[in-house]
């Protein structure tokens, strides 16, 4: 008897025991608003100029306390939309931006040398409610306010990565050190440290504080085993230790947790590491750290499967991430977090064995397209939802 062997493409990864639903997680009713352009709600396929409303494939946005600022990356315009205060109607105009001379210009450091007031794909974002850091990606650096701008093109305070706000080289041409950066593509600021992904060098770097210099070195690495290294998966099969692609960092407790995308999981340290090398205890998405295909090898997804997540934070009772090639927000009871833990709630999308941009239709309100950053304040996500070029704000369930 011949077997067939043929890949069936509605098959969802194995899910052991019995069917799971969702819990509800996200507000049933869809985002209180989206931003993004006239058409933002339901987007059009159409030229996207440059103006106060439009953006194009945004990846990081921020609200920053819950009456303000919010501040979004308009990655594909290479620039910083900022609201003064939490916009209340679809659509709402921006204050004002940094990055450009004007709202109608775009370009690569507005197609010119790079400074404190330029970037080139801007991705990730994080506040402490007073300074601001942004992964300045394809010029390898990170960029640092004291305090939140309040003026249009308002040059930063302090790069890192880079020796001064002119460089724009990987690693500055050189190798990886503690100072160098190569494709950071997430920040955050947890109890006063700065962590960076440092996508392109297969780690994370950890400031013990805000750095006051342009150029300082990090304390410390997850990923490699030293500050020169950057070999993916440390140099290894997947495992505990390397990283493929880190895009973002969370702390829930004294829990520390790193999105790598790459290798299709999420890495869970229970105790924050104190010296390079330390492996992480366990990973969501995958039955183990040595497992690496996007939702296990099968091509729907299932409660325990990842596809890519990029984006991640931790809201109310949720640990929520970015499963961005499935087209869904992933989401765990911080309660439930342990070793290969199901979801135990789902956006976006209507189950746990269903992904597809825009659950394979045409845009409509609640659904999202490769999603790629969610960040929290209070009860609200803030979701930048890349592929139809449009920021949600979505409340939790109640």
Not at 365 to 387: K, M, Q, R
Request: aromatic share 6%; proline share 8%; charged share 20%.
């Amino acid at each position: 008897m011949k077997v067939s062997l043929a890949f069936n493409r509605n098959t969802p990864a194995p899910q052991s025991g019995p069917v799971r639903v969702p819990q509800p997680m996200l507000d049933a009713s869809g985002p209180s608003l989206i931003l993004g352009g006239e058409n933002a709600e339901v987007p059009l396929a159409e030229p996207i100029a440059p103006n106060r409303t439009a953006m194009f494939g945004p990846r990081g946005a921020l609200l920053i306390r819950p009456e303000g600022p919010f501040i979004v990356c308009d990655t594909g315009h290479h620039r910083l939309m900022i609201w003064n205060e939490k916009p209340v109607t679809n659509n709402a105009p921006c204050d004002f931006i940094i990055g450009q001379p004007t709202f109608e210009h775009e370009g690569r450091n507005a197609k010119g040398d790079a400074c404190a007031a330029t970037l080139n794909v801007p991705t990730g974002i994080a506040s402490d409610g007073t300074v601001l850091a942004i992964a300045d990606a394809w010029n390898h650096r990170v960029l640092i306010w004291h305090t939140i701008p309040t003026e249009m093109n308002q040059p930063a305070d302090i790069v890192i990565g880079q020796e001064d706000f002119s460089g724009v080289l990987a690693n500055r041409g050189e190798e990886a050190t503690a100072s160098t950066t190569n494709w950071c593509y997430g920040v955050a600021i947890i109890d006063g440290k700065l962590l960076v992904a440092d996508t392109g060098n297969r780690r994370v770097l950890i400031w013990n504080d805000i750095p006051t210099r342009n150029g300082a070195p990090a304390d410390m690495v997850m990923g490699q085993e030293n500050m020169v290294t950057r070999d993916e998966n440390a140099g290894r099969d997947p495992g505990p230790l390397g990283m493929r692609w880190p895009h973002s960092v969370v702390a829930i407790g004294e829990k520390i947790l790193v999105s790598d995308a790459g290798n299709n999981r999420v890495m869970v340290w229970d105790k924050w590491p104190t010296k390079p090398g330390v492996p992480c205890d366990y990973v969501l998405g995958q039955k183990d750290s040595a497992s690496l295909e996007h939702n296990r090898a099968a091509y729907l997804p299932n409660d325990k499967a990842l596809n890519m997540p990029y984006g991640m934070t931790a809201i109310g009772d949720w640990l929520i991430a970015a499963d961005t090639a499935n087209s869904r927000i992933a989401g765990w009871r911080k309660s439930s977090i342990s070793a290969d833990a199901p979801l135990d709630g789902v956006g976006a999308q209507p189950d746990f064995t269903s992904k597809g941009d825009n659950r394979w239709g045409m845009p409509v309100h609640d659904s999202v397209c490769w999603p790629y950053w969610v960040s929290a304040c209070e009860n609200t996500l803030a979701i930048s939802d890349s592929g139809n070029n449009r920021v949600m704000l979505w409340e939790l369930a109640q």
